[in-house]
């Protein structure tokens, strides 16, 4: 009995002391997480008072025109140029730090900087090759090349997209050719009946020109099962376009 009792008592002990030492952990851990939290803010906002705001412009090196949605990247921060090629980086810590710009469609530019009081930076980005994507109504876009890619029709709408597009030739041998391997694609598509390339129905005929090869003519094999649309996103609108092979002129590719 006296068993029993020294050992209830000794565990009713153990638990208040574990409920008195509670206080003291979550305490400590606060204490941790105040201090985390210190080192954070003084790394993006530096001490107090001595916040930095970065300004600045962002122009195209071809055109001059101001380019939008460019990240100017501190850190784990960033912030996005309007529609003037205007930013506005508050927040920073005064001293030298390393600043990135970039966009979609224009090489990235990485600059160590200074940081004072006033901090102004203006630069140029290099824009890349672009696609130029002409309808058969006549309308011209200026597309990126690297947002540019084939796409089909999948199952509850979604589209399926890919830097490369499946062909079966006139013998039915079926090849994969990669965008940057094409030089032109013209004449618009053509609906033809191919055994060979399709047993359900007709697919879709295109002429290409790879890089440094002569023109050929082939089926694009998903039209056997649906549209194939080219995906591209204009430069200068900002807009995606979505144009089935039917309604295509001719793309050509960066050389």
């Known amino acids: 009995m006296n068993v029993t009792l020294q050992s209830s008592r000794a ?4 638990a208040a002391l574990v409920i008195l030492a509670m206080p003291f952990a979550v305490s400590a851990q606060q204490t941790r997480s105040d201090a985390t939290q210190g080192k ?14 970065l300004t600045g412009t962002i122009t195209d090196g071809t055109t001059g025109a101001p380019i939008p949605e460019v990240e100017v ?30 966009r979609w469609g224009y090489q990235p530019v990485t600059r160590s900087l200074t940081l004072v009081a006033g901090s102004t930076v203006n630069l140029t980005l290099a824009p890349k090759p672009v696609i130029i994507l002409k309808d ?24 399926a997209k890919a830097d490369t597009i499946e062909l079966c030739k006139t013998t039915g041998e079926h090849v994969i050719v990669d965008k940057s391997t ?23 005929n295109i002429n290409l020109t790879l890089k440094g090869g002569q023109p050929f003519t082939a089926a694009i094999s998903d039209s056997c099962f649906g549209d194939e649309v080219f995906a591209a996103r204009d430069r200068d609108t900002r807009q995606w376009v979505y144009l089935k092979f039917t309604d295509i002129a001719e793309i050509d590719f960066p050389q």
């Open 136 to 159: 058969t109504q006549g309308v011209s876009h200026r597309a990126d090349y690297e947002l540019s890619q084939f796409g089909y029709t999948v199952p509850f709408g979604n589209l």
């Open 11 to 14: 565990v009713r002990t153990i």
């Open 182 to 204: 094409i030089a032109k694609i013209s004449g618009g598509a053509n609906s033809v009946n191919s055994s060979a390339c399709c047993k359900v129905g007709p697919v879709l």
């Open 73 to 102: 990247v501190v850190g784990d921060h960033q912030v996005v140029t309007d529609e003037q090629g205007q930013f506005n980086f508050p927040g920073l810590l005064s001293g030298t730090t390393t600043v990135t710009f970039q």
């Open 40 to 53: 954070r803010h003084a790394a993006l906002h530096g001490p107090a008072g001595g916040a930095i705001t």
